[in-house]
């Protein structure tokens, strides 16, 4: 049976998986009204099989050294992905994350392709579609094209065709302008090459910082997971509170997340002002020719958390400033091409780089942008898009997630069960702490206003003419009959 080698990245992410961390892409679409299941499956039987990946298992192939490929699936059936089932009594919010954990927590089946999806009746009076995706398979970006297929602009329409392939300049994200555009004609193997002299330096100071100290976050896993959602926040409430401080929206967004950790950490006994917290961050660095298609390409950088500011205003301008400073920086093209490396090594070899990266952060954080209108499936609209992405390696015990969707952002958070067993905490405390902002926001806003409105003086009247001065003085001296008349 033909084989199809697996990319390098998309090996390094399949090599991530383990018995108590899996590489699971997730996500939760919510709907107001029930989703018909045959409308659904039809709809997943004609759409998804247009990617090759959902319909090829991952076999270990090769001599002396066997590494992933992919393989077409015999016989394949989408019955063995889609599943029909009716979420337990009261059928509420609660119900639905105790299923999301158990599912979350389950390992994907390697003999067939790796992914399967839910549709779940009697959530709250609509339904949900709970999706899982090994990472090997797609990367947060790539899975955005996967929605773009499945999911309809209209009730009805015909979704978009996939986006195509534009120019041959390389410059995208982080990456931008480090290269001249011959490097399109380069080898990968030669550009990964070339990546890592020039941010070699970069890499060689981020091992040697100090690693993360220990926290709730950091630890041994256990076999299960423990999901969590925020309240949505409507972009332009996060645009109004950038405005005010010149910030972005990520700027904001991770600004509160930081927040809720140190809100999250300060109770669980951590002293958050003279301790670190870093995120590995991924960077979309996916070239022209390859959009529109699945696989993994990102790099990653290391985001020092502003968890030690009490003050909002502070945590979101040393945000700013910290997130400006990686934009400029090689280090996400040079992670990208050292995952490229490692993943044509053996297993161990790493295994033993993720145990060095992951010591020194704390959480993974993802930033993913979302469809602005909405959506349907099999006719019906999409309320809402939940993400969840994985948190790699040994010892990052937790990953937190934002994507915005028709006009909203929200946050996930998904945490290993013994590290992080109640994550709703800092998903309460984001929507908390993002309130908080915003009133400030508003409240520095009508302070402006009232400062711009001019004061309105008294004009300055006019000295009385001579005239006018000497009758009022005649009509002083004037002897004043009535009042006589009236004391007597």
């Known amino acids: 049976m033909k084989t199809y080698p697996m990319s390098a990245a998309d090996a390094a992410w399949f090599h991530n998986d383990g018995p108590a961390n899996l590489a699971i892409v997730m996500g939760v679409v919510l709907t107001k009204k029930p989703l018909d299941f045959e409308r659904v ?13 959902f319909r090829q298992r991952v076999v270990e192939a090769g001599f002396p050294l066997a590494t992933p490929h992919w393989q077409d699936m015999p016989n394949f059936s989408i019955d063995q992905h889609l599943h029909h089932i009716a979420l337990a009594a009261p059928h509420d919010e609660a119900a639905l994350v105790e299923l999301v954990n158990d599912l979350a927590s389950m390992p994907l089946d ?14 709250e009076g609509g339904s949900a579609l709970i999706t899982r995706v090994h990472h090997c398979m797609a ?3 790539a899975m955005m094209t996967v929605t773009q297929r499945l999911y309809d602009p209209a009730p009805g329409a015909k979704p978009p065709p996939p986006p195509r392939a534009r120019g041959a300049s390389i410059g995208m994200a982080a990456g931008k302008g480090l290269f001249a555009p011959a490097i399109d004609v380069i080898t990968e193997a030669a550009r990964d090459a070339l990546a890592l002299a020039g941010g070699a330096g970069m890499l060689v100071r981020e091992l040697l910082r100090s690693d993360d100290p220990p926290s709730p976050l950091k630890g041994d896993f256990a076999l299960g997971k423990r999901v969590a959602w925020s309240q949505p926040v409507a972009l332009r409430d996060i645009k109004a509170i950038g405005k005010r ?33 870093r995120a590995m961050v991924p960077v979309d660095l996916r070239p022209p020719e390859r959009i529109g298609q699945l696989g993994n390409e990102f790099g990653l950088v290391l985001l020092d958390l502003a968890v030690t500011k009490a003050r909002a205003d502070h945590r979101l301008a040393l945000t700013k400033a910290r997130m400006d400073a990686l934009k400029h920086s090689p280090e996400p093209l040079a992670t990208k091409a050292l995952l490229n490396l ?3 090594g053996p297993k161990l070899l790493e295994d033993i780089s993720n145990d060095l990266f992951g010591r020194k952060a704390s959480v993974v954080m993802t930033n993913v942008v979302g469809p602005p209108d909405v959506l349907y499936l099999a006719g019906v609209p999409i309320e809402r898009i939940l ?3 994985p948190h790699p390696g040994k010892q990052l015990g937790m990953a937190v997630s934002i994507l915005s969707y028709r006009g909203t952002a929200s946050l996930t958070v998904i945490g290993d069960a013994r590290l992080v067993p109640d994550p709703e905490r800092i998903t ?12 400030y926001t508003t409240a520095g806003a009508k302070q402006t206003a009232a400062a711009k409105v001019p004061v309105r003086k008294t004009p300055a009247r006019k000295p009385p003419s001579s005239k006018a001065v000497a009758r009022k003085t ?6 004043n009959t009535r009042a006589r008349s009236v004391s007597r």
């Open 139 to 141: 990367d947060g970006t």
């Open 41 to 53: 499956r039809k709809i997943y039987n004609e759409r998804i099989v247009s990617f090759d990946r």
């Open 474 to 479: 005649a009509a002083a001296r004037a002897p």
């Open 342 to 344: 490692l993943g044509r």
């Open 245 to 277: 401080f010149d910030a972005k929206v990520n700027d904001v967004l991770v600004a509160a997340m930081s927040g809720a950790l140190r809100t999250y950490l300060k109770d669980r006994g951590v002293d958050v002002d003279h301790t670190t917290v």
């Open 428 to 439: 309460a405390e984001f929507n908390r702490e993002f309130q908080k902002m915003l009133k």
């Open 110 to 123: 390697h003999s067939i392709p790796l992914w399967q999806a839910y549709v779940v009746d009697d959530v």
């Open 387 to 389: 993400p969840w992405a």
